[in-house]
């Protein structure tokens, strides 16, 4: 077991480069199970989540390949199996896109219901909707769902709720069905026209993906194709804030602004630079007093509910009261109580919080509690006064690649070392 140490106060500034997207990477790995042949999937984000997604595969009988530390290759043509029961499902959320991926070639899908960051309800409804108009019946028993049907036959979807999940889901089982799917009320975000695009490279056809309406012609079958993943705008999101947070002056590099246009425009109201380039965004902060703002989390093209966390952390040392509305997930502030463990003042109401700024945080032994939430504590402890020690870094490591060294290559104090050694408040 490790743990992050941060000697707070250091301005950020230089050049950071963007992994691939990890949300993209968890749908697109299963969707080669589609395929008849062998797939080559470049900027894969070195992350512990695409290790456990990938062992996965493996049991499955896929064969993996790793080129380089960003590149896998992925034969899927021993996949005989639609049974994935690894105990190793429990611990990612995405792993529910096996049930799409394997019922969409077996006609029939067993999967384990999926784990992840405890973030509330994670119901599959919206999915097994999906499921029963393409023809499958489905039972779920002890945790387990199991998925049959003859064959699945196209048709048309209406999504209750807007569902990455459920239109990633839909889509990988349609892809080889009989006749046309359309789904309406589709999630629009990026890593949803990724999958698309990726699937399309393999021989599907499929439109309209990034907008409500998605329609899928099935074909008989998908080949092999080598691809690479869009860069993670999250991530990118996360660094943008830190820039801010510790007045500094950044460089992202490996980024589709257009995904950050929501990220983009908050931080200015905030009070923070922004420039934009065609791959690149600068972002500095050179204010001793940041604006208050007022946030609700939406699907994209709203502002992201994996930003919430690291974007609340910036306004806790803003100026005034900003208010923040969490409309995705029920447990998303959890990681408030560790803020106010550095001195921010913050109030959770069910799913709002009022945050009232402070002048600084203070460093402070804190727990990530799920993946953002441990990205926000960094941020927090990189504008901190004294020493901010992190634990259950491991929620971290699931969507980051090499966070503290790249934070480190910034100018940031940080570095990771064993939980059981003792960390004196002099830390260097």
Request: neutral net charge; contains cysteine.
């Amino acid at each position: 077991m490790e743990k992050i140490v941060i000697n707070g106060g250091k301005k950020l500034n230089g050049k950071v480069s963007i992994s691939g997207a990890k949300n993209a990477a968890v749908a697109i790995i299963p969707a080669t199970i589609l395929s008849n042949g062998i797939c080559t999937i470049g900027n894969i984000p070195n992350i512990s989540d695409i290790t456990l997604i990938c062992n996965i595969m493996a049991e499955l009988g896929a064969v993996v390949k790793v080129l380089n530390k960003n590149t896998l290759e992925i034969d899927t043509r021993n996949v005989l199996s639609h049974i994935a029961s690894s105990d190793l499902i429990r611990k990612m959320r995405g792993s529910y896109y096996l049930l799409g991926a394997l019922l969409g070639k077996f006609s029939k899908a067993t999967v384990l219901m999926p784990g992840g960051c405890a973030l509330g309800v994670r119901p599959i409804d919206q999915h097994l909707k999906g499921f029963l108009a393409l023809g499958a019946k489905y039972e779920l028993k002890s945790g387990v769902v199991s998925i049959t049907c003859d064959k699945l036959i196209g048709n048309n979807i209406y999504l209750d709720i807007v569902s990455v999940g459920a239109t990633i889901n839909i889509m990988l089982a349609a892809a080889k069905a009989h006749g046309t799917t359309v789904i309406e009320n589709t999630a629009k975000e990026p890593h949803v026209v990724d999958l698309a695009n990726f699937l399309n490279c393999m021989g599907a056809d499929i439109c309209g993906a990034g907008t409500d309406v998605i329609k899928i012609r099935g074909v008989r079958e998908l080949k092999s194709t080598d691809y690479s993943i869009i860069p993670d705008q999250i991530e990118a999101g996360t660094y943008m804030t830190a820039a801010a947070v510790t007045n500094g002056n950044i460089i992202i590099k490996n980024v589709i602004p257009k995904h950050l246009d929501s990220t983009i425009a908050k931080l200015e109201e905030i009070g923070v630079s922004v420039k934009v380039y065609d791959e690149s965004i600068q972002v500095s902060n050179e204010k001793t007093c940041l604006n208050k703002c007022n946030i609700k989390t939406l699907p994209y093209p709203g502002f992201p509910t994996d930003m919430q966390p690291q974007i609340t952390t910036l306004l806790a040392i803003a100026n005034g009261t900003s208010i923040i509305n969490e409309s995705i997930w029920n447990n998303r502030f959890r990681y408030v109580e560790e803020l106010r463990r550095m001195g921010a003042q913050i109030s959770v109401d069910s799913k709002m919080a009022i945050v009232e700024g402070v002048k600084s945080l203070n460093g402070a032994t804190v727990q990530a509690t799920d993946l953002r939430a441990g990205a926000a504590l960094i941020i927090a402890g990189l504008s901190a006064f004294g020493t901010t020690i992190i634990e259950e870094i491991s929620y971290i490591e699931r969507g980051y690649e090499n966070i503290v060294e790249k934070f480190r290559e910034l100018g940031a104090d940080i570095k990771k070392i064993p939980y059981e050694y003792e960390v004196s408040e002099n830390v260097v």
